[in-house]
């Protein structure tokens, strides 16, 4: 009796300072596995990974810049990819655009669009109007699709984001209508534009073509790939610059304009920062917090030839709960433990985050002799890479967060142009970088080469005893309960349910990345598991999700792919597009 009192008592007394700290818990604020990380170099990428998006459970596909790649494809070079994780090996993909600083978002019958680009001809067309389709295959036959006769941007985009809205098609904000270091006032593209074009536009008056966004003539220069989340309550949280806002794109209305990042510091190329919306848990009431980590403090007027690529870049975490009560609380601010621009923010399915890649000092670009600033390494505009990479555990206290704890650091830079993505299995995949105007052979003597290596990171939690399970349904509707049969580590006691989407990872802007627990019940006999799907659109946007079951110390299964809503194409208006045909160009055609 006493024994058993006193365990109680300890364990009361251990759980109670985490559930005041477990705010944004993820999966739960208990200790999270021991054990050794490591980092293997493995496998090129045939084109340089500027963006990165997991397809499937075994490939990811890859786009990069119209450059002299070793990958041929079709009597042409080639800059886009299928690679496959597991082996390493890659195909190439028959990009016809060029898709230098596009965007890309899965749409809600899985198929991938790709959007926005380049005016720069080697081979090829301009990418500036272009939609690239690609929808995810297992026999390796998939490619591309193209065809700007019917489907096509109405304005010219280069470095736009997008996010899949919770009807399942997307939306797409912001870019030049032509390049330059930063945008400004002469080549802003401030607008934004539904794809699949439908019924809303009209009724708004933009039926079929892009619609204006004051927030992106507010937030000149620095507001290329601006931050954009899908909220639980149908909203969009978007930053740039030094702004933010919460955005209703069904009524067209800016809802509210947030307080700006602290301490000066722009988050948006050419001041990239990372960013995140923290797991949303039933614990947390599925409440939305948002977090933006590095950036600059660089004037988005200052002569961009009096910009120097030892400039520290800024060091700050900013967070910020997104409901009344957490906006009139403003950001919190937290330090990492180095300053890093151009890093990338990696949801893991443990609830923790991953600060990766980036560098210490300058600015997102490059320049050729002659368009360079002052400490310009070759073409970089960036110095000091960020080699050691940080976990964040959002749920506990502030001042413990950052670690960076038995984590082996790289030894390749991984800054302009570069990505990082979460694996199926639980790996964090690194890949690209390139601050050149074109391909460097590896072997040259640039600092800073055109990158086509491959790395991973194993977590701890990879050489643990891990879960697994099988019965995922190929499709989950909203609310739909189905059972996973599960084979769990021996002794395991807290089990899990995590629906991730990796997103679509470009200049650090990780379009669409999503962390969602769901409700789920363990049987007694610990063989199955009874989960609910996703409550609601606005909480998980139709389309592809990675399904992790998680134990013990965050030991996450291998994540199986399935996908949310019904698995239908979006919603579309013949009449918008009828509209759009009718007062829009094939801009490859002139
Ligand atoms: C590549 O795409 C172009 C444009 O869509 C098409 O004309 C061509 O046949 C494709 N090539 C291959 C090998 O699929
Ligand atoms: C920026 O600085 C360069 C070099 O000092 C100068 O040639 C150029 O005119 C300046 N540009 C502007 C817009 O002031
Ligand atoms: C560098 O590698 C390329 C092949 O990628 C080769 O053609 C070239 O000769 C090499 N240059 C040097 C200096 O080794
Ligand atoms: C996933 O990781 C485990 C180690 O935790 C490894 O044994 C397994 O082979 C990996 N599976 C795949 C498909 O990579
Ligand atoms: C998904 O929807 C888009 C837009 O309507 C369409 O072009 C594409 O072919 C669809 N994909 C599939 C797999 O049905
Ligand atoms: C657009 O519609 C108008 C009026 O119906 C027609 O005269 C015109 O030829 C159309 N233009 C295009 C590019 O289809």
């Not at 204006?212 to 969009?236: E, G, R, S, W, Y």
């Not at 409550?535 to 079951?549: D, N």
Request: aromatic share 8%.
């Amino acid at each position: 009796m006493y024994r058993i009192c006193l365990r109680a008592l300890i364990t009361l007394l251990l759980l109670v300072p985490l559930a005041l700290a477990s705010d944004h818990g993820g999966v739960s604020s208990r200790a999270f596995v021991d054990g050794p990380w490591s980092l293997v170099q493995q496998g090129t990428t045939g084109v340089s990974a500027m963006q990165l998006v997991v397809v499937s459970e075994t490939s990811a596909v890859i786009f990069d810049k119209v450059e002299h790649n070793p990958l041929m494809v079709d009597g042409h070079i080639a800059w886009g990819a299928e690679l496959n994780i597991n082996t390493q090996t890659v195909r190439a993909l028959n990009l016809t655009s060029n898709s230098w600083c596009a965007t890309g978002s899965f749409i809600g019958n899985g198929t991938l669009v790709s959007t926005g680009g380049n005016p720069i001809i080697i081979t090829g067309t301009s990418g500036l109007q272009a939609v690239r389709l690609f929808t995810p295959c297992s026999d390796e036959m998939c490619d591309i699709l193209e065809d700007p006769t019917r489907i096509r941007l109405t304005s010219p985009r280069w470095y736009p984001s997008s996010a899949r809205i919770s009807d399942g098609s997307m939306i797409i904000i912001g870019g030049s209508m032509i390049g330059g270091f930063a945008n400004s006032a002469s080549i802003n593209n401030p607008t934004l534009r539904v794809l699949p074009s439908k019924e809303y536009q009209r009724n708004l008056g933009f039926n079929g073509l892009q619609i204006p966004m004051q927030f992106l003539q507010d937030t000149l220069n620095a507001n290329h790939f601006p931050i954009v989340k899908q909220l639980p309550d149908d909203t969009l949280f978007i930053a740039a610059n030094q702004q933010a806002m919460i955005f209703d794109w069904k009524t067209n209305t800016e809802v509210l304009r947030l307080p700006d990042i602290p301490n000066g510091v722009r988050v948006t190329s050419p001041f990239s920062a990372g960013s995140v919306l923290l797991p949303l848990t039933p614990e947390n009431n599925y409440t939305p917090e948002v977090m933006i980590c590095g950036g600059s403090t660089i004037s988005d007027t200052q002569n961009v030839s009096t910009i120097s690529a030892e400039t520290p870049a800024s060091a700050q975490c900013s967070r910020m709960v997104l409901t009344a009560e957490g906006i009139a609380a403003g950001w919190s601010v937290e330090t990492m433990p180095v300053p890093r621009i151009m890093t990338d923010l990696i949801l893991l399915p443990d609830g923790r985050i991953m600060i990766v890649n980036g560098a210490q000092t300058g600015v997102a670009g490059y320049g050729a002799p002659g368009a360079e600033i002052i400490d310009a390494v070759e073409d970089s505009f960036a110095d000091n890479p960020a080699f050691t990479p940080v976990i964040y555990d959002p749920s506990v206290a502030a001042g413990s967060r950052f670690s960076s704890d038995g984590i082996p650091a790289s030894t390749i830079a991984r800054m302009y142009h570069s990505t990082a993505t979460l694996t199926p299995n639980g790996t964090i995949m690194l890949a690209g970088s390139n601050p050149n105007m074109d391909f460097t052979e590896m072997n040259s003597t640039i600092k800073y080469p055109t990158e086509y290596r491959l790395e991973f990171y194993s977590p701890p939690y990879m050489s643990q005893p891990r879960p697994s399970y099988t019965g995922l349904p190929a499709i989950v509707d909203y609310g739909s309960v189905f059972r996973l049969s599960i084979t769990l580590p021996s002794n395991a006691k807290d089990v899990s349910v995590v629906l991730m989407d990796f997103g679509f990872a470009t200049h650090g802007v990780h379009m669409d990345q999503r962390s969602v627990k769901l409700v789920s019940e363990l049987a007694l006999d610990k063989k199955s598991l009874t989960v609910t799907g996703p409550p609601t659109s606005a909480l998980y946007s139709p389309g592809p999700a990675f399904l992790f079951v998680v134990t013990d110390g965050g030991v996450p299964s291998f994540g199986h792919r399935t996908i949310i809503g019904t698995g239908a194409s979006p919603p579309v208006n013949e009449g918008a597009i009828a509209n759009m045909l009718n007062k829009t160009s094939d801009p490859s055609a002139e």
